[in-house]
């Protein structure tokens, strides 16, 4: 059986001519031994560490320790397998023999530190010999070896019966649950082991009758181990629910107690003491000696309310009030009357502030409750309220039977150990058990827990204090009433266990057959294949593993003679692959290279969008970019005459929402319609009406869609995924060239924008400066002195008007004179002009060329002085500012400063009128 082993020792490495035929079945023992022992022990130790495990979270009983012992032997015994392998290695079979049966003999007999009980020392003194019953029997073994076997399983046995019933302390008990699946573990690991070593051991003609075998024992040996571990788990939930039950029962019960009694409290003190007018008078009795007339009057009226109190439950044995010294001052029993109670536990009770005190008697119908209430006058104890009530009530309660159980039963127990319910056992059982010891010797609050009852059967107990009353309520249910129904459910599941197993053998036996004998052929046709026949083939007649292996072999066969003979083929094919998408690349290259040599967006758009559709033969191409609020990608260029139909539209597609452009802006995300017709997310634009297939390719700038790249094939399935790809690239360049072009646009924008700016600020400077001197608008220089003028000339104003130079010739006189008009140009705005008159009929080109330059320099000098008194004007500004600040500022008194403001201002503006005022708006 090829399968892996421990130590890798293989049963073909003894199958040699030397080995006697007596022999091999002693050899074939010992490697599957050393093979298979060391790998069971191994798990055996793993299941002890869960069967720990389980226990620690709660799912079985509390952890032991000892359960790690168990498996840190198994494991150990596993480890020293090793040196026993290597001995098998070197052919010492006898040495092998020995060491075996010595290794499992004594580990088995070591375990029996850890359990105790004459199960557990059963199971392991069969474990202790079996191995010496497995290899006494065989052949080949020498007599000597023999007499060594029998003699360690002797001293074994005996040395595992020793330590069963000679050690002292507390081990692994079979009662444990944790102990019970640990030892159905073991025996399922032991038997197991058994199996493999017999089944490996015998030579199988055939894989049929080795699957039979091995399936048939390690099925029904591991479907009993997981049943029994299955049920002990059940049992463990089982005995923790029904505790909960327990539980919920006796404090059910408790509540039920002491809400009678409250009532009880309640109708007695309602009438007494709840009455303040009859509370006064009970304080009267408490505190003043009788014989008087009043303290009888007195006490005639408190009697009266007493008896009626009484007369109103027939529960009310007694009620009766005594003084803090333990008299009883007034009872509706008047034979009670001054008796004297200190010394009786209803005193200490009331001194102490308990409530209720249970009074017990061999007669049922003398057992009562006495409700004590404190009566205080001013925070100090003066005496108290005595209400003695039948027990027939609480006993009802707790004699109630209950739907949880038979066997369940729920009674009080005093610190007397006697109960005053009814028990099984009859009235006034003395109850000396774990509960009660428990809870009045261990002063235990509550706890449950599996014990022995008072008729020494085994229970499931939930126990609880009641300090009010000074006793404690039990309930109990037979442990047998609830493994009962554990045990109903075991043997039901083993029975449709052997159901199983025998169903399963004899599904075994049928198809171990067909399951074995296509391996047989597979293994047949692959020696052909190996030897070079491509044309074996297997019949496939199943769809199992089987089947699809034969359908592998097949297809490998096939696979084989197609490659050997279309192998060139693939080669060119794939050669011709990768010509396209190099070719592909480098119109995809072309392309972004051609379209990034615009600056302007429009032309950048446009041209790219013609580009994309001549140089890939697309049906339509489009590009759309994101509007500035991104709630629409709008088309911007198109080539096509549906494109230009659609920009004059202003198409326009909302983002996420319409078609596979919506989607791409949306996402960022390219997106292929392979078919049109099938597409959810595919537009149907009337003006495109033969496209089969879309390609969306997102334009991504800084991980921001800026645009959608739109192509339209009139075939289906059109684009693939290394179109996307190479188009993807293009789309990135296209989109950083989009990018440089909006911040050219939006730049020039700008500029144009400063410099209207500027230019206005400049002729708003020059008229302020112009209204400062209305008188004088220039200078005129006759050819002997320079003077000034008023009002420019007419040649002047349209050289102004026009910025440009004006060269005109004098009709009004014979003088030929020529007129030179030159504006003074500023930032491209006119600020004056340079007007000159000549004595001739023509004028060098020179002269003009100079005077314009004349002109600039003027205007560039003029504008340094506007800007220089401007600089001088705002310094002293800022330093009279100054001036009057720290004049004011030095300051403190509102007067002084106001007075200061005033003054100071009047320094700089002399002749005006200067008031500061501080008022009081009216309407506040």
Request: glycine share 6%; proline share 3%.
């Amino acid at each position: 059986m090829n399968m892996p082993t421990f130590f890798d020792l293989s049963f073909s490495e003894f199958e040699t001519d030397d080995i006697p035929q007596n022999q091999r079945a002693l050899r074939n023992v010992l490697v599957a031994a050393v093979n298979y022992i060391p790998l069971m022990l191994a798990f055996n130790a793993f299941g002890f560490v869960i069967i720990y495990l389980l226990a620690y979270l709660g799912l079985l009983d509390a952890p032991d320790l000892k359960l790690l012992g168990v498996a840190g032997v198994s494991l150990v015994t596993a480890l020293l397998h090793i040196p026993i392998a290597n001995l098998l290695k070197k052919n010492r079979v006898n040495s092998v023999i020995l060491s075996l049966i010595l290794l499992d003999s004594t580990a088995s007999a070591v375990q029996m530190f850890f359990w105790q009980g004459t199960g557990p020392l059963i199971f392991f003194l069969v474990t202790a010999i079996s191995p010496a019953i497995v290899f006494l029997p065989l052949p080949g073994i020498k007599s000597r070896t023999k007499l060594l076997i029998a003699a360690i399983a002797v001293i074994v046995g005996i040395t595992t019966y020793a330590l069963g019933v000679g050690l002292g302390y507390q081990r692994l008990q079979a009662a444990n649950l944790s102990s019970m699946a640990g030892l159905t573990i073991y025996a399922t690991i032991i038997v197991v082991m058994v199996t493999l070593v017999v089944t490996n051991a015998i030579p199988f003609r055939t894989i049929a009758g080795r699957l039979i075998t091995t399936f048939a024992f390690v099925t029904l040996v591991s479907a009993t181990s997981t049943l029994v571990v299955s049920a002990l788990v059940n049992l463990f939930r089982d005995r923790a629910q029904t505790l909960e039950q327990l539980q919920v029962v006796s404090d059910l019960k408790s509540d039920q107690m002491f809400s009678v009694l409250q009532d009880y409290e309640k109708s007695a003190t309602r009438s007494i003491i709840g009455d303040n007018l009859v509370l006064q008078r009970v304080y009267y009795l408490l505190e003043q000696n009788p014989g008087t007339l009043i303290y009888q009057l007195n006490y005639e009226l408190v009697n009266d309310t007493i008896q009626k109190t009484v007369a109103q439950s027939p529960d009310f044995q007694e009620i009766f009030i005594f003084d803090d010294s333990g008299r009883i001052i007034i009872s509706s029993l008047k034979q009670n009357e001054n008796l004297v109670i200190s010394g009786q536990k209803e005193f200490a009770a009331a001194a102490k502030g308990q409530k209720f005190i249970i009074i017990n008697s061999p007669f049922a119908s003398q057992q009562s409750v006495i409700i004590l209430t404190r009566i205080e006058r001013n925070g100090s104890f003066i005496g108290a309220l005595g209400t003695k009530v039948g027990f027939g009530s609480i006993r009802a309660i707790f004699e109630k039977p209950s739907s949880l159980g038979q066997t369940l039963e729920t009674y009080l127990v005093g610190d007397d150990f006697a109960a005053f319910t009814l028990t099984r056992a009859g009235q006034n059982a003395q109850v000396q058990t774990q509960a009660t010891i428990s809870t009045f010797t261990n002063k235990n609050i509550s706890g449950a827990d599996v014990y022995q009852n008072y008729e020494n059967k085994q229970v499931l107990g939930y126990y609880r204090y009641l300090p009010d009353l000074g006793v404690v309520a039990v309930s109990e249910i037979e442990q047998g009433e609830v493994v009962q129904k554990i045990l109903e459910l075991l043997f039901t599941n083993i029975a449709v266990g052997i159901f199983t197993a025998l169903m399963t053998l004899s599904i075994v036996l049928v198809i171990s057959r067909s399951i074995s004998t296509p391996i047989v052929n597979l293994a047949k046709k692959a020696v052909q294949l190996a030897q070079g026949d491509l044309s074996a083939r297997i019949n496939v007649q199943q769809a199992d593993e089987i089947g699809t292996l034969a359908n592998t072999f097949n297809s490998l066969g096939v696979e084989l003679q197609t490659l050997i003979q279309t192998l060139e083929q693939k080669v060119t094919d794939r050669t011709e692959d990768l010509q396209k998408q190099a070719n592909r690349l480098r119109l995809a290259a072309e392309v972004a290279r051609d379209s990034t040599t615009s600056q302007d967006l429009g032309e950048l758009l446009t041209r790219s969008a013609q580009l994309v559709m001549d140089r890939f033969g697309f049906y339509h191409t489009g590009v759309f970019l994101v509007d500035p609020q991104r709630e629409y990608a709008v088309l911007k260029a198109s080539p096509t005459e549906a494109g230009q139909e659609m920009l004059r539209r202003e198409h326009r597609l909302r983002i996420g929402q319409v078609g596979i452009v919506g989607y791409v802006a949306a996402t960022g995300e390219p997106r292929i319609a392979l078919d049109t017709g099938h597409d959810v997310v595919y537009f149907n634009n009337p003006l495109l009406p033969n496209t089969r297939s879309e390609l969306g390719l997102p334009l991504v700038v800084n991980n921001q869609i800026i645009g959608v790249l739109d192509v339209q094939s009139e075939q289906p399935e059109a684009f693939t995924q290394e179109d996307v790809a190479t188009l993807q690239i293009m789309a990135d360049q296209l989109a950083l060239a989009i990018q440089k072009a909006q911040f050219s646009d939006e730049l020039q924008r700008n500029l144009k924008e400063l410099e209207y700016a500027y230019q206005r600020f400049t002729i708003s400077s020059w008229r302020e400066i112009a209204e400062e001197d209305e008188k004088r608008s220039g200078y005129r220089y006759d050819g002997i002195q320079i003077v000034p003028i008023k009002e420019p000339s007419k040649e002047s104003l349209q050289a102004i008007r026009q910025r440009q130079t004006i060269i005109k010739k004098d009709a009004s006189s014979n003088s030929h004179k020529t007129i030179l008009a030159i504006p003074v140009k500023v930032r491209e705005q006119a600020i004056g002009a340079i007007n000159l008159e000549f004595a001739s009929d023509e004028l060098p080109a020179d002269t003009v060329k100079l005077v314009e330059d004349i002109s600039n320099r003027l205007a560039m000098s003029l504008e340094n002085a506007r800007l220089y008194s401007e600089t001088q004007k705002l310094a002293e500004s800022e330093r009279l500012a100054g001036e009057i600040s720290n004049r004011i500022g030095s300051s403190i008194n509102v007067e002084t400063i106001l007075r200061t403001t005033v003054q100071e201002l009047s320094r700089f503006a002399p002749g005006a009128e200067i008031m500061v005022e501080l008022t009081q708006n009216k309407d506040d």
